[in-house]
């Protein structure tokens, strides 16, 4: 009896899904033949005589292909596009590169250099290492130079320091250039 209950079953089960299928499909196709046969033809259609159902069903596929078609290149010009500002990138880029390279090649003609160039007081007070830097370069056969390294020293007389003390009134702060980027 158990053996039997179970082959019923599997035959119900079974039968279940084909019988869907096929009605799914047989509603598919039905409803896309009324969804043609209700198509209005454009001016420059004859209407259909007496199409038969296969006709219909033709004509239906044709204009699925065609649409299809019509989206298939609408991406490949989407892709070429694409295509075109890659190009288009690329040759900026490459002049990017050779700008880079020109500024490279201009380097050797700039190096850095020590020296000890004292900075002078500007009207407000602070040190004016510009200058220094300027002098320090000009004087290893430079245009220009910008201080890279900056020395600061406390300078005192002599009876300061003869006198047990490391720092007074008397005594000035001082900054120099100590290393520039010539060019």
Known sequence: ?????????????????????????????????????????????????????????????????????????????KVEGLSSAAGDAAKTTVEGAKDAAGAVARIPAARAISGHEKCQLAPNGAPDCVAAANIMCKGKGFDSGKSLDMTTAEVCPAKVYMSGRSSGPECTTETFVSRAFCQ
């Not at 209700?38 to 699925?64: C, H, M, V, Y």
């Not at 649409?67 to 609408?74: A, G, L, P, Q, V």
């Open 1 to 77: 009896m158990g053996i039997k209950r179970t082959l019923t079953l599997h035959r119900n089960r079974g039968a279940g899904p084909c019988a869907l299928a096929f009605l799914f499909a047989t509603g598919f196709v039905l409803m896309s033949a009324v969804a043609i046969a209700q198509d209005q033809p454009t001016p420059t259609q004859k209407p259909p005589q007496s199409e038969g159902f296969l006709a219909t069903i033709n004509r239906w596929f044709e204009k699925q292909s065609a649409n299809m078609s019509s989206s298939f290149n609408d991406a490949r010009k």
